[in-house]
């Protein structure tokens, strides 16, 4: 159980241009999701959190405008990196917290999406 | 300061020898605390979560955790290649839900 599917696990794209990933819960509802972001050899950076049916609440010095987040159901979550550049290239792993944990269940992550962008 | 705080490594360990990784968090008041490994290129898994204090073992994993020292450690018993990946220590701070990773710690298993 507890299994949390993101797609796509790649993608490469062109400098400008925005991409959308696609966050979720199979066999569980997500009240709250989490998107982080890896960059190679170092940790995971929380970037937001996301609520079924409000507002994404971002870390700071992330910028809300460039990483759109839509959280429109109890089992999907999205995140679409708008006007991207090489620099945003990354790994971006989302997470989900069922509706029936408490606040301290670990979380489940999903197998990741690996950005490029050229 | 960062939150959550361990050592780069990378730690390296014969194979069948025990291999032990610590982390220091900031936070006085967290309450979670959470073992993950992440193989090259891919998410983190969870092998073991720890709320109270002292030790908790799962097979060949030892979770050790002193709010005291703020201080929360993992031990791996018997060793094997296939252990060798990054470990990441996380901490939910405070009550609001949020997971905080560590720079994680890569073990590196001696065949």
């Known amino acids: 159980g507890a299994v949390v599917s993101q797609h796509p696990s790649r993608v490469i794209c062109k400098s400008g241009t925005s991409v959308k990933i696609e966050c979720r819960s199979l066999?569980?509802?997500?009240?709250?999701m989490f998107w982080y972001r890896q960059f190679p050899k170092q940790s995971l950076m929380l970037m937001a959190t996301?609520?079924?049916?409000?507002?994404?609440?971002?870390e700071q010095g992330v910028e809300k405008d460039k990483f759109l987040i839509n959280h429109a159901s109890l089992t999907l979550s999205t995140l679409t990196v708008t006007s991207a550049h090489p620099e945003d290239s990354s790994f971006y792993i989302c997470?989900?917290?069922?509706?029936?944990?408490?606040?301290?269940?670990?979380?489940?992550f999903g197998n990741g999406t690996r950005l490029t962008v050229t | 300061q960062k939150e959550v705080e361990q050592n780069s490594g990378p730690l390296s360990v014969p194979e069948g020898a025990i291999a032990s990784l610590n982390c220091t968090y900031s936070?006085?008041?967290?309450?979670?605390f959470f073992w993950y490994r992440q193989y090259s290129g891919k998410s983190p898994e969870l092998i073991m979560s720890?709320?109270?204090?002292g030790d908790k073992e799962d097979g060949r994993f030892t979770a050790q955790l002193n709010k005291a020292s703020q201080y929360v450690s993992l031990l791996i018993r018997d060793s094997q290649p296939s252990d060798s990946a990054t470990y990441l220590c996380?901490?939910?701070?405070?009550?609001?839900?949020?997971?905080?990773f560590g720079s994680g710690t890569r073990l590196l298993v001696r065949p």
């Open positions: 997470s989900a917290r069922g509706t029936g944990s408490t606040y301290n269940s670990p979380l489940h």
């Open positions: 066999d569980f509802q997500a009240t709250t």
């Open positions: 996301s609520n079924e049916g409000s507002k994404a609440t971002y």
């Open positions: 936070d006085r008041v967290s309450q979670s």
């Open positions: 720890i709320y109270s204090n």
């Open positions: 996380a901490v939910i701070p405070d009550s609001s839900y949020k997971l905080i």
